[in-house]
């Protein structure tokens, strides 16, 4: 009986032309399995880095709010008194209502501190059958001997259940025990979370909040849900909102959408450089598929079983690199990758899990198998000619001349693909993303062009030049044009990727330094809670304190600062309360729309506000137009004095007097002191001098204004990791594709040095020569890369500010592109140099061997 | 043993009984076993033999390539170093022609026959200016501006034997240099080879399977199972 044929070929035949083939160029095969593998780590990182933050929050939310569908909760942190708790209670259709109070505090411990969300619960919490919190109720955790904590919050700060530790929270310290420590076999993923719970008793003692909480979680009566709104609704009047149980979820979205959006760009175009990086580790061996080609159709295989044994091939060598790439990738994940961002952790409760999806392997698998697929089959285009001998009759070596027709229809295409993005762009911001990725493609159509015309005009420069390798280096790159060109792609997608992402992700960073710069210059030294927060958390003075510190020499004035996050529809607000006196009320460096002077002017008279592009365009404001913000005291209307960016909070900031913010929110407690110092004071000497007075505690923390904003830098910069992270994936990426690409060529290229040898080039000639070659071929590809990069650098800053709201003004980053093609040069030619080194070496009698 | 003698000159090539043994596996192949071989500078030989029967390795000892088991290469009446400074220089006097003419694509043919120039520190230009006279030398003058890919197989073999010729070499070696060109080709590449060797007095050796080249070359010898034999069996020129 005859075995089973595809297309007339065996699977064994197939098996055994691979493996005759693998055994032919194993150096060949090994790189550009890895060349492919490295593509698909950087595909399947950015993937994983690009895995929003939500995922994680979601976890949270349905465990502590379980069967909860509605919510009633409180404006500001100052909370609402636990009464309404009953008031709930008491409407029809309300089956549980159960009270919660959070606070903002740091958790101090013999082994660290760490800024967690207290939770003050009760045990009716578990009748809502959370999905971690079932085991809550009576007779269950021990809510009343403490503080319980997630087992890696507890090992963070070196806590033991039974000892103590202290909070610092509202501007105070308190001493409290630790009840229980409760790890993932308990909790789930709510194990690494900064939170802490605590009966809700308990945490109103330690808060200094009697008699207060924040939320009422509610369960209504099967099909009453719409009565028992209505109920809520009645009793919040204008003072506090009626949500879902879940819209905690809904606002970490909108926070985190911007951010989102912008890793989404930054992956988009990473993937499409992973997936062309794989799709050049292959090219570079298309000079040898097609003598493969050639040779089986002169051994009279028919075209449809030569595709065959290609598809074959490649199947094979893209599903196992990209199987390491995967791998590759995971274990790079694991390396660059860690928390969530924390401009998110204070005002979200946020795990710091990964999220390893396997969709995101499957994609980056897929991405490397349909690299290697088609770059596998791109030679299979000379089965069109009837003379299959031609491409073993071309001189030099066999499959590497590229045609000029073929040149300048790639740089034509490349041109239209250009124009197309540059459209897309502007006409359709939201596909910037597409954009980007179009540019990443247009780089490698135009390099062949570029290719032949830089080579040309440095071979006519170099006509006259004596004892250099550098005439033999551009001879001999363009003798192997094929195997040159898919270097130099490989070197300008690297730096495309590089220069775009750096480029945008520095935009942002100096956008964000200038803002917080303007934010925090208003006064000399400030004094905060001292977390990783945008100046939110609310603290109570040491009795008499305030005078002791008006009264200390080197100070000037003394101003209560305000501020706070404020849940408006789908957005939690950063709400920044200046008092009048402020040297300046809007970072000016931030107005998008508006007369600084009159803004100031406005705002500081008060009535007025300062809000953000994003909040303008859900309203549908305008310069004039009145604001009706939700607050504590009920619905304040207030008028648009200035549009400004997000200020670096990605739902948008609202900036008002700290009059109206006292008048609005009933609180006359500060987020922050802001103090002017004398001229020429000593502002760590005034420094210690307000902290003393503020009686030493570790509750307050008093920073100069660079101190602050050096935090702030941090912060904007740790909110911005993921960018980092798809950046830095992406160098690695691209100096390994680099390297491995050099190494491929040079492993192809022992039988032509060897020639040379015997055409009487030494050793020493032919390793400058191969140093040379690398680095023209690297600056080609550097320089196209870096002209391209630099563009959708340009396209992707423009995108962020339209479509996220961070301030991202545009900057030429010309150093920054030399920095990086010099950087992946460098890496490039060290690895390069001893391989490079001992290829040079080669015997010339190997030219007779091939 | 087996000699071919011929007056060796102050700049002839001269093997005396050269033997390179390999092993292959387990077996022993005596690819060149005690062969003498004598050329005359201007005097050009031919090298016949099977496939298999050590004809490159006796090339590769002729230029240096490969060091003898016994026996001495001498050329200019001083053994033919292996490797070194002297060696590196050699390189520059000992040309070599094989039927892969390693010519670059895009290159012209002007600019093929001159990179071996390069290797001698000369610019560009002056490797130009040198080659130029050896492309109207083997006909190639109307197409030295020419990318080496647009030129026919044989204009290919003539453009790397200006290349050969450029630097004005001392010895001339051609492993199978009309292997791949129609008879007619062959002839030309063949009657070339010899002028140039007879005119400019190079020794050239010669490994062919060319029926052709018994015709023009001074002499032919047949190289079977590593030894070297006067004439040409009448089975390899295909007589028999």
Not at chain 1, 624 to 653: F, K, M, Q, S, Y
Not at chain 1, 759 to 786: H, I, K, M
Request: with cysteine; hydrophobic share 50%; charged share 20%.
């Amino acid at each position: 009986m005859r075995s089973p044929t595809i297309l007339g070929v065996r699977p064994t035949v197939l098996l055994g032309l691979y493996r005759w083939r693998v055994r032919a160029h194993p150096g060949k095969e090994l790189l550009a399995a890895a060349g492919v593998a490295v593509g698909v780590a950087l595909i399947f990182g950015v993937l994983v880095a690009n895995t929003s933050m939500t995922r994680s929050a979601g976890d949270l939310v349905r465990s502590i709010v379980g069967s909860a569908q509605l919510q009633l909760a409180a404006r500001s942190t100052d909370g609402m008194p636990a009464g309404v708790a009953d008031q709930v209670a008491a409407v029809p259709g309300v089956r549980n209502a159960v009270p919660v109070l959070r606070v903002q505090a740091t958790l101090v411990g013999p082994g660290g501190r760490r800024p967690v969300q207290v939770m003050g619960v009760t045990p009716a919490l578990a009748e809502l059958d959370g999905t971690r919190t079932q085991g809550w109720g009576r007779g269950g955790l021990p809510l009343a001997q403490g503080l319980t904590l997630p087992a890696t919050v507890g090992r963070a700060v070196g806590a033991e259940p039974g000892e103590h530790v202290r909070l610092l929270i509202g501007g105070e310290e308190r001493a409290v025990v630790v009840g229980t420590l409760l790890g993932s076999d308990t909790i789930g993923t709510l194990d690494g979370m900064p939170i802490a719970v605590a009966p809700l008793a308990l945490l109103q003692v330690l808060a200094g909040m009697s008699d207060r909480i924040s939320q009422v979680l509610v369960q209504t009566d099967p099909d009453r849900l719409a009565e028992a709104r209505r109920g809520l609704e009645r009793v919040a009047g204008d003072r506090l909102d009626v949500t879902a149980a879940d819209h905690e979820l809904r606002l970490l979205e909108t926070t985190a959408r911007p951010n989102d959006l912008s890793t989404g760009l930054f992956a988009a175009i990473s993937a499409m450089v992973g997936f062309l990086l794989a799709f050049n580790a292959i090219l570079l061996t298309v000079p040898e598929r097609r003598r493969w080609i050639a040779e089986l159709r002169m051994q009279g295989w028919a075209a449809r079983q030569i595709v065959l044994t290609l598809l074959f091939d490649a199947l094979v060598l893209g599903l196992l690199a990209s199987g390491l790439g995967v791998l590759l990738g995971i274990v790079l994940s694991r390396t660059l990758f860690d928390a969530v961002p924390a401009y998110l952790a204070f005002a979200f409760p946020l795990g710091t899990q990964q999220m390893l999806t396997a969709g995101a392997v499957l994609v980056a698998i897929a991405g490397g198998v349909l690299a290697t697929v088609i770059a596998s089959l791109l030679p299979t285009l000379d089965l069109r000619s009837p003379r299959p001998d031609l491409v073993l009759a071309q001189p030099g070596e066999a499959g590497e001349a590229l045609r000029p027709a073929v040149t300048k229809t790639l740089a034509l295409a490349g041109l239209a693909t250009i124009a197309l993005a540059t459209l897309l762009a502007m006409l359709a911001p939201p596909l910037t993303v597409a954009s980007g990725v179009l540019l990443a493609a247009a780089t490698l159509l135009l390099i062949p062009a570029a290719f032949d015309i830089s080579t040309r005009l440095l071979a006519r420069a170099l006509a006259g030049v004596r004892r250099s390798v550098l005439p033999l280096a551009v001879v001999e790159l363009r003798a192997a044009a094929t195997r040159s060109i898919a270097v130099a792609c490989v070197a300008a997608l690297a730096v495309y990727g590089c220069v775009a992402i750096q480029g945008a992700r520095s935009d942002l960073i100096r956008g964000l330094d200038r803002n917080f710069g303007d934010y925090l210059e208003t006064a000399d030294l400030w004094v905060t809670t001292g977390g990783d927060d945008l100046t939110t958390n609310s603290f109570r003075l040491p009795a008499g304190a305030l005078a002791t510190i008006e009264r200390l020499p080197q100070v000037r004035s003394v101003r209560r600062y305000q501020g706070g996050l404020l849940d408006v529809e789908d957005r939690r607000l950063w709400v920044i309360a200046r008092p009048a006196e402020d040297r300046a009320m809007v970072p000016a460096s931030q107005l998008l729309a508006g007369d600084l002077t009159a803004a100031t002017d406005q705002l500081r008279a008060g009535g007025a506000v300062a809000i953000s592009q994003a909040i303008a365009d859900d309203r549908q404001l305008a310069l004039g137009d009145t604001l009706e913000l939700p607050t504590p005291a009920g619905i304040a209307h207030l008028r648009v004095a200035a549009v400004t960016t997000n200020l670096g909070w990605p739902p948008g900031a609202v900036i008002l007097n700290a009059t109206d913010y006292r008048h609005w929110w009933r609180s006359h407690a500060p987020t922050a002191l802001q103090i002017d110092l004398q001229p020429r004071a000593d502002r760590a000497l005034a420094a210690r001098a307000v902290h003393a007075a503020l009686g030493d505690t570790p509750a307050l923390r008093v920073q100069t204004a660079a101190e602050r904003t050096a935090q702030y830098a941090s912060l904007s910069r740790q909110g911005l990791r993921s960018l980092q992270q798809i950046a830095t994936l992406l160098l690695i990426a691209a100096g390994l594709a680099v390297a491995l690409a050099l190494a491929a060529a040079l492993s192809q290229r022992r039988p032509r040095l060897a020639w040379l040898k015997v055409d009487g080039f030494s050793s020493g000639q032919l390793w400058r020569s191969v140093l040379a070659e690398s680095t023209l071929v690297l600056l080609l590809g550097g320089v196209a890369g870096g002209l391209t990069g630099l563009y959708g650098h340009l396209l992707a800053s423009r995108w962020l500010q339209i479509a996220t709201g961070f301030p991202a003004p545009f900057s030429l980053g010309g150093l920054e592109v030399a920095a990086t093609v010099g950087l992946l040069a460098a890496i490039a030619l060290t690895t390069i140099a001893i391989p490079g080194w001992l290829a040079a070496r080669v015997p010339p009698r190997a030219t007779f061997q091939g | 043993m087996t000699a071919a003698a011929a007056p060796v000159g102050s700049a002839g090539l001269e093997l005396r009984d050269v033997v390179k043994h390999y092993r292959a596996g387990t077996e022993l192949v005596r690819a060149v076993d005690g062969v003498s071989l004598a050329l005359a500078p201007g005097e050009v030989v031919a090298l016949y033999g099977p496939s298999g029967a050590g004809k490159t390795t006796l090339l590769q000892l002729a230029a240096g390539l490969l060091a003898p088991d016994a026996g001495e290469v001498l050329f200019d009446g001083r053994p033919v170093p292996t490797s070194g400074e002297r060696h590196d220089r050699l390189r520059h006097e000992v040309s070599v022609i094989l039927q892969a003419t390693h010519l670059a694509p895009r290159e012209s043919a002007l600019d093929n026959a001159s990179v071996r120039l390069l290797a001698t520190g000369r610019s560009f230009r002056e490797a130009r200016r040198l080659a130029r006279p050896w492309l109207e030398r083997v006909g190639l003058e109307e197409r030295a501006d020419q990318p080496a890919g647009q030129l026919s197989m044989g204009e290919r073999q003539r453009v790397a034997i200006a290349r050969a010729l450029a630097s004005d070499p001392r010895l001339l070696l051609a492993d199978e240099p009309t292997a791949a060109l129609d008879s007619a080709r062959s002839r030309e590449i063949l009657q070339l080879l010899v002028d140039v060797g007879h005119h400019h007095r190079i020794p050239v050796l010669l490994v062919t399977h060319d029926p052709a080249a018994v015709d023009v070359v001074d002499r032919a010898h047949t190289l079977r199972d590593g030894s070297l034999l006067d004439g040409v069996d009448a089975t390899l020129l295909g007589l028999a």
